[in-house]
């Protein structure tokens, strides 16, 4: 969870000190930010393979399995980090502008996305490091390494930026080298310690059957997760139609509603490396046991933090902003969703469950299923054909997440997720 926060606070950071430069600056930090997620998601591609088979050779007590799984990730992982990175940063100008942002702003983001892509090799290193240790159930290295990160470019951000101490004010570009420098160091720390724990080796032999167990587990991982962003901005522009306020609503609330996912993501983690872990072990109602405890600790929770929002939501989003349109569409935004998102810690515990275990197609149709079928189709429908208008939109999203849930749910019952075999050497 911290890690998690700490992910969120180097952006945050950036975003306050790129804000000193004005209006124009900030919104190309913002929208190059949003490009350089859908590339950045996808080194998950590489590392939910990388979490399921380490976790399973971790609770095996097969240190060679670790070994190679992690040769193997970190081979693919560059290679796809590099067939991205070189064609993503010579188009970073032509990206930008497909959103249709003004001239000024697309030439303050070229360089920061172009320089930021150029070393998408280094982060996602990173990714598969951080997914190695969490395999293992040591969460404590990456949050540490994490905190590290976050040292070095809230020091170096007002350097570069701004200038100070004399240093050339470079602006947006001092923003991209504060970032590349500490994820480069958090990689380079996190292959240090690994190192030293004897589970980097460069000196095994290349397996196909190594490669394709990972790309199994990873490609569908990868198109689950970038549904969710895919689909978010689709959902803006459906939005976008009802007007500024409604905009304003819907954003707000999100990031809102994102804190949720700071402990669900945690709840997530611990449940796909238990998991992981006692299937190699051989104990698979050990890790249906673990579910069974996520299911109860976090829908509890869920059912905690939402009553409290559910209760006090306009203030929540007065904070943000006092107009009294955007606090009407943010609170009936959150009070609609609030009884829909209960389910989530359920569908966190279904899902981390057949992640861990490496069986990521199941969480990936759940997820296309419920997000492209359902919840676009809907919340446009609702929204324009019904006299719903914006409320439609919420309901839309609401319904998605029950579809999901009950998706989850099928094939998590069906039991094939305990059963997983990891295909690995031949």
Known sequence: MLSSVLFTFQTTV????????????????????????????????VSAGTLASCARFSGADDRSGIQESLFHSLLLGLLIAVVLALPGALLSNPLLRLFGAEPGVVAAGTPFLTLLLAFLPAYFVSVIFSSVFQALGDTRTPMWVALGVNLVNLVLDPLLILGWLHLPRLGVTGAAIATVFSQVCGALALGLILNRRGLVRFDLRIRAQALRALLGIGVPASLQAITRPLTGMLMFRIVASFGSPA??????????????????????????SLVGQNLGAGRPDVAR????????IASALQLLVLSVLFALAPQVIRIFNTDPAIVRFGTSYLRLLAPFLVLLGISTAWSGSQYGAGATRPTMIAAVLANWLVKLPLAYILSRVTSLNLTGVWLGIGVSVVVETLVLGIFYFRGGWWHKELQWRT
């Not at 000193?20 to 919104?27: C, D, F, K």
């Not at 905009?247 to 796909?272: C, D, E, K, S």
């Not at 046991?289 to 109860?296: M, W």
């Open 14 to 45: 950036n975003m306050f000190w790129v804000g000193r430069l004005g209006a124009t600056e900030l919104a190309a930090v913002a929208l190059a930010g949003s490009v350089l997620g859908v590339f950045q998601t996808l080194a998950g591609m």
């Open 247 to 272: 905009i304003a609503a819907f954003g707000v609330g999100l990031r809102i509603l994102n804190i949720m996912y700071i402990y669900l993501n945690g709840f997530g983690a611990a449940t796909q």
């Open 289 to 296: 046991a673990v579910a069974a405890r996520v299911q109860v």
